[in-house]
Nanobody
């Protein structure tokens, strides 16, 4: 059974930092593309960042230079390091997994709130 469990969300002041973690179970982690999406209140879910099995990363323009995605295959974990946070980064952040057969899975999300 595939599970994605996020942690690390919380309340932070603008300019602060947070690191999100997502532990994956089920499947072969090292073969999967992993990523983070976010959904702000009243808005659609948008891509934040992805990382392939080979380590290639992709970022939304709005987070380039501030967010870094990484993975630890030995721990079945993907991370999102976020610095210089802005109020507009406030959202529920979802962990994402895509298998080699293009099956997609989602975590339940972790809330990040950035105050002014």
């Amino acid at each position: 059974q595939v599970q994605l469990v996020e942690s690390g969300g919380g309340l932070v002041q603008a300019g602060g930092s947070l690191r999100l973690s997502c532990v994956a179970s089920g499947g072969i982690f090292r073969l999967n593309t992993m990523g983070w999406y976010r959904q702000a209140p009243g808005k659609q879910r948008d891509l934040v960042a992805t990382i392939t099995s080979g380590g290639t990363t992709n970022y939304a323009d709005s987070v380039k230079g501030r967010f870094t995605i990484s993975r630890d295959n030995a721990k079945n974990t993907v991370y999102l390091q976020m610095i210089s946070l802005k109020p507009e980064d406030t959202a529920v952040y979802y962990c994402y997994k895509r298998t080699i057969t293009n099956t997609e899975y989602w975590g339940k999300g972790t809330l990040v709130t950035v105050s002014t």
